[in-house]
């Protein structure tokens, strides 16, 4: 019987409480409507004398696209020279090694070679036959003028003689073709360069074998023009075109920039990055070198608008970029924007977020020291 009066009176209590919480009208009973506090913007600001801070405005610079990618250098295949044997041997010496600067007709290598020294063989026998029948032609003319043989056998003689020029001249003919000096009786050769260049690949060494037209003993490449290989996401294919000029500044000299044209553009992506090879030609000033790393800027023919403003009402903050426009009430509100290039005169191009004619707080560093949330 306690107990129950007990529980009793805390129901009692609590009721009691819960009316002078929610207070009823006299007239319906019903509960007071609620109070809408207004959402507060973070990214607006109120100060004081919003004068104090000079304002510009958003202007529009027409420009050609542009697209920054990164590529390498590598060889103008079209000028890469391959340097090959024609003669089978060992080589006993070699002249030049990979990445020096050769001169056409400098001595490369030296092989002695079996085929050599049979061409000097057969060469020697077909002088040695081209004497005789020349003798024999001299002997023929002379018995034929006085009687002594027929014109058949000067004919004869005759046709012997020009059989061993021939002879001569085809024994000849093949040892200049595996080149070889026909004043040198030995069995070795001299490859030499066949064009000036500078040697980007190297198949032989000292002692090695060299079979005839097998791999190449040296591969020598023009390097006065030169190609940027870069790699352009599918995305951004549709802003590249054959003919685009390309500026192109490398890692080892950025103040020394480049120019080239682009030459073509892969007709196949790479399955797994999407990026197509793009190849710009560039003229070698000379501090081009094969492997170097790159950085070009692709100007395209399509005209577009960016905005500009002044790079100090820029600000960069917690990895992101900003600038501060002015607001109604004596505010100003802070919005996100992506930058485009940095402009001479400290001018900076904005892609989006600021439109032109758009007025921004001139200074956003100073602004965001007063600035009150």
Known sequence: ??????????????????????????????????????????????????????LATATVRAARSELVVTGVVAADVTRNVPVTSLASGRVVAIHARMGDTVRKGQILLSVRSDDVASGIAEYRKAMADEALAHTQLDRARDLYDHGAISMNDRELAENVEAKAKLDVDSKAEHLKLLGKNLEAGDGVVDIVAPVAGVITDQQVTNASGLQALG???????????????????????????????????????????????????????????????????????????????????????????????????????????????????????????????????????IEAGVAPGQQVIKDALVLDHVVEP
């Open 1 to 54: 019987m306690q107990r129950s009066a007990f529980v009793l009176g805390v129901v009692v209590l609590v009721a009691g409480g819960c009316s002078k919480a929610v207070p009823q009208t006299a007239a319906t009973g019903a509960p007071p409507a609620a109070e809408v506090i207004p959402e507060v913007n973070a990214g607006e600001f109120t100060v004081a004398a919003p004068d104090q801070f000079p």
């Open 215 to 349: 791999a190449n003993a040296f591969t020598i490449s023009d390097l006065s023009e030169v190609w940027v290989m870069c790699d352009v996401y599918e995305n951004d294919l549709a802003k590249v075109a054959l003919g685009d000029t390309a500026e192109i500044r490398l890692n080892a000299y950025p103040d020394q920039p480049l120019r080239g044209t682009i030459g073509n553009i892969g007709a196949i992506l790479d399955p797994s990055l999407r990026t197509a090879k793009v190849r710009i030609e560039v003229h070698n000033s000379g501090i081009l070198r094969l492997g170097m790393f790159a950085t070009a800027t692709l100007h395209g023919q399509v005209q577009e608008t960016h905005t500009v403003v002044p790079a100090s009402a820029v600000l960069h903050l917690h990895d992101r970029t900003w600038a501060y426009v002015p607001a109604p009430g004596h505010k100003v509100r802070r919005v996100e924007v992506r930058l485009g290039r940095a402009l001479p005169d400290d001018l900076q191009e």
